[in-house]
């Protein structure tokens, strides 16, 4: 199966002028002059033609922090919130997501945070995990990070553990270290990032926890193996995540604050590495839509280039969650690709692993659910 997308602007993420893009089977072929339309009927293929005109083709987002199996309930048990749905992810732009559990891996243990991950890759989509939850130790299948991270194909790091917050086990440095260097050790045995994702609360400490590690163990720790989130919760968090991004670091900030492109603006004017920072959705709290609509606030409202914001949900997030193939437009890459509308950033055209899931804005594949089940659901949160 070939699919041949013309007539668009290509951002891979950087800006690559009018090209088409030629999609083979599940990888980018090409991006730039081919004519395939001759050569596909000869050798018995597929062509299918997308025409991109007056819309720009990117590579698709990775988002790498939601709850895909739902929140943690922390006003009762008839709080928990629901597993997130495939169409809910693919039709806003999300071709490759990373599930995490939060407080709760009682009644949401690791396992079934697995079988979701699987089960959206079956339908089409890219998923991964992280072993563990907000606690130490951390919930794991094996009952060690180490032994996850190099037998379980979908795992590629240890979080969210929770620091400076009032739900986090408070460990002491040594703790940490001990988390923090058993997914590096897996990671590496397992060609994996091995990160640990920090979830970071409203406590005044802010990422203290972190520098502390760093200092009682410089060259042992390595900040590159620390990836923090929910950096948009104060100034002061946001200039401490900065700081930690000049020792190596990658952060992330999430979605579900309300005018992200503020803090993402700050972030930049404060002298952050644009190539350091991620956004998430940190959903299902709030919305894997959200995400998509901050890079349209970034660009139409704050007047960011296009490609400095993709950046922030492709190439950056690939970079530190080492996810080859993906974050790029680029040939040999998976082919992962958005098509948007050029004035607004809506999405039309969404391509995961080179099946369309996306045509002209509405979801064109049927979820496996629907086909198992005769159940209507439609909620609308009041958040």
């Known amino acids: 199966m070939l699919t041949l997308i013309e007539n668009g602007e290509v951002y891979a ?9 030629l999609l083979a ?6 991006v730039g002059e081919t004519d395939p339309k001759v050569a596909a009927p000869l050798l018995g293929l597929e062509l299918d033609v997308i025409d991109a005109a007056g819309c720009v083709v990117t590579p698709g987002v990775i ?9 943690s309930g922390e006003e009762g048990f008839a709080s928990r919130t629901p597993e997130i749905q495939l169409s809910e992810i693919v039709t806003w732009g999300i071709t ?39 606690g130490i130790p951390p919930a794991t299948f094996s009952g060690s990070v180490r032994n996850d991270l190099m037998i379980v194909d979908e795992v590629i790091g240890v979080g969210e553990i929770a620091i400076s917050d009032h739900r986090s086990p408070q460990p002491p440095t040594e703790e940490l270290a001990r988390v923090v260097v058993d997914a590096h050790v897996g990671g590496m045995l397992a060609r994996k990032a091995g990160v640990t994702h920090f979830h970071v609360g409203e406590s005044p400490r802010r990422l203290k926890p972190l520098f502390d590690l760093l200092e009682a163990y410089p060259g042992e720790i390595r900040p590159g193996c620390l990836y923090p989130s929910h ?18 670091s990658f952060v992330d900030m999430d979605s579900a604050t309300e005018d992200m492109g503020r803090w993402v603006s700050r972030y930049f004017e404060q002298g952050g590495d644009p190539g350091k920072l991620t956004l998430s959705s940190d959903s299902d709290s709030s919305a894997p839509r959200q995400l998509w609509q ?15 914001v993709l950046a922030l949900v492709t190439a950056n997030t690939a970079n530190v969650l080492k996810l080859a193939g993906k974050g790029r437009l680029e040939p040999g890459m998976d082919a992962d690709l958005l098509v948007l509308r050029k004035d607004s950033l809506e999405i039309v055209e969404v391509i995961a692993r080179g099946r369309r899931l996306v045509k002209g804005g509405k979801l064109a594949i049927q979820e496996k659910v629907a086909e198992t089940s005769s159940r209507e659901l ?3 949160g009041e958040k």
């Open 25 to 30: 089977g599940d990888k980018i072929a090409r």
């Open 231 to 248: 950096l948009n919760r104060s100034p002061e968090l946001q200039d401490e995540g900065i700081e930690l991004v000049r020792r190596g």
């Open 294 to 308: 901050v890079v349209q606030q970034c660009v139409l409202q704050y007047r960011m280039p296009l490609e400095k």
């Open 96 to 134: 490759t997501v990373v599930g995490v559990l939060g407080v709760d891996a009682t009644t949401r243990p690791p396992i079934s945070l697995l079988a979701k991950v699987k089960g959206l890759r079956e339908e089409g989509m890219t998923a991964y995990l992280y072993t563990g939850h907000y």
């Open 63 to 71: 988002d790498p922090h939601s709850h895909l199996i739902g929140g």
């Open 378 to 380: 439609h909620l609308v």
């Open 13 to 21: 993420p950087e800006p690559r002028g009018k090209k088409p893009v």
